[in-house]
């Protein structure tokens, strides 16, 4: 039980960050300015670029994904950055970026007004795309990064890879060395004594990795994709929500039947937020690291042996964070 309020509750830090920037939003022109140079702006449609999606309210993880995936890059002068957040967290989210650069990239920040982050069953990346056709009208491959991983591998590579038409291309979650965390099958996540469920659904079907996607646009724009997640939606609402287990992921597993194309598991490795004998040689050699789970890196019940590889991409010297009190947990001293 403490450990689900740990996990649920926001850190005062974070939240101290977040209040710190938007207030600098209001009193500071250069935290106003703009992110892209008018002269760049072209770039944030050009697809000989590598466009990556973040979609989260939380600046710090924000910060992290942002800086692990370029000092992991080989160009980071062909990144461009889509950070999507909600309607409170934009200024604060803009301040932080127009007041650190991510040169030579470019980033662009969107707040998504309708974008509500309470409701645990909506999956945004699914949501944003499909609720916000305007969001990237002429962009062909994205990937789509969740706020709690770490990158530390060049991911250009994914751009050549091949989809084969496929929508989504997904590391493969039901093999692999770790018996808990890879051994996810429909199973697992859905309710097979529903009939419809029962009906419509294999449960020994291979579940797929959400938080490190290759999304290829063009092909998920002739699907219907957006009509089976919300029809899904509403049978499961019907039925008082006793089709899956919540979360975001089953609604996108169903979502995404049949449009997935499985990519090598060394491109996404999960689970750093709820196994706690993750295999440290493996986290080193994996391309992305995920701390899906509860014990988030940036929470006081993070796994004290798999925090280093985020905490390293915090600067704990930078003044928001030094006077919101977010201290380097390797040197926090615990007071008896």
């Given at each position: ?175 692999g060395e770790d018996g808990w965390v890879m ?55 019907k039925s008082n929500l006793t089709m899956w ?92």
């Amino acid at each position: 039980m403490h450990k689900h309020f740990a996990a649920s509750a926001i850190p005062k830090g974070i939240h101290c960050l977040s209040l710190r920037l938007t207030d600098e939003y209001s009193s500071n022109a250069h935290a106003r300015k703009q992110l892209t140079p008018p002269e760049l702006l072209p770039l944030l449609s050009n697809n000989s670029h590598h466009h990556f999606i973040v979609a989260t309210d939380n600046i710090l993880a924000a910060s992290v994904v942002v800086n692990s995936v370029l000092k992991s890059s080989s160009k980071p002068d062909k990144i461009v950055f889509h950070v999507i957040t909600d309607r409170k967290t934009y200024a604060g989210m803009h301040s932080w970026f127009a007041l650190h650069s991510v040169s030579p990239a470019i980033i662009e920040v969107k707040g998504v007004h309708q974008f509500d982050w309470l409701t645990r069953e909506n999956v945004p990346v699914l949501e944003a795309i499909e609720s916000h056709k305007g969001l990237f009208p002429n962009l062909n491959k994205v990937v789509f990064l969740d706020d709690d991983v770490v990158i530390q591998r060049d991911l250009s590579p994914l751009w050549d890879i091949d989809l084969g038409g496929k929508v989504n291309g997904a590391v493969e979650t039901c093999k692999g060395e770790d018996g808990w965390v890879m051994s996810k099958h429909f199973k697992t996540y859905f309710n097979f004594s529903h009939p419809l469920i029962a009906k419509n659904l294999d449960p020994s079907e291979c579940a797929w990795a959400y938080g490190m996607n290759i999304f290829d646009l063009a092909a998920w724009r002739k699907t219907s994709i957006r009509d089976t997640y919300h029809h899904w939606l509403k049978e499961n609402l019907k039925s008082n929500l006793t089709m899956w287990k919540l979360g975001t992921l089953p609604p996108a597993l169903i979502a995404f039947r049949g449009h997935v194309h499985p990519i090598d598991s060394s491109w996404h490795m999960l689970g750093l937020g709820y196994q706690e004998k993750t295999n440290v040689k493996s986290v080193k050699k994996a391309a992305v690291i995920h701390y899906n789970g509860q014990c988030k890196p940036w929470l006081e019940i993070a796994y004290k042996h798999l925090q280093p590889f985020w905490t390293k991409h915090v600067n704990y010297t930078n003044d928001f964070i030094r006077n919101c009190h977010i201290l380097d947990p390797e040197y926090q001293q615990t007071d008896g």
